[in-house]
């Protein structure tokens, strides 16, 4: 079983930027591929961003590439997702997910665990 904490959000501005936190309890952590989720209002959850078990490869949805960076530190069980350059579209509860199976992918049914969301909105 692992649990997700999510950190970091909040109100921002166009252009600024903006690092979320993703706190895993267990020891299994550095075997899992971990994802970043959104949903905004009114709107299915979307793929962000996923990096495999160590580190070596990373995915990302087209519309944050070269502005989203996400990276983790194995040794603090923590899940990193840096965002530059936010637009007012980006506003949305992110979310931290993991899967178990430690490769990457944007499919939300391959996450078996979830966080429960840290808000961001970005105003324009």
């Known amino acids: 079983q692992v649990q997700l904490v999510e950190s970091g959000g909040g109100l921002m501005q166009t252009g600024d930027s903006l690092r979320l936190s993703c706190v895993a309890s267990?020891?299994?952590?550095?075997?899992?591929?971990m994802g970043w989720f959104r949903q905004a209002p009114g709107k299915v959850r979307e793929f962000v961003a996923a990096?495999?078990?160590?580190?070596?490869?990373?995915v990302y949805v087209d519309s944050v590439k070269g502005r989203f960076t996400i990276s983790r530190d194995n040794a603090k069980n923590t899940v990193y997702l840096q965002m530059n350059t936010l637009k007012p579209e980006d506003t949305a509860v992110y979310y931290c997910?993991?899967?178990?199976?430690?490769?990457?992918?944007?499919?939300?049914?391959?996450?078996?665990?979830w966080g429960q969301g840290t808000q961001v909105t970005v105003s324009s």
């Open positions: 997910a993991a899967n178990e199976w430690g490769t990457t992918t944007d499919l939300a049914t391959n996450y078996q665990y």
């Open positions: 267990g020891r299994t952590f550095s075997s899992y591929a």
């Open positions: 990096i495999n078990w160590i580190g070596l490869n990373t």
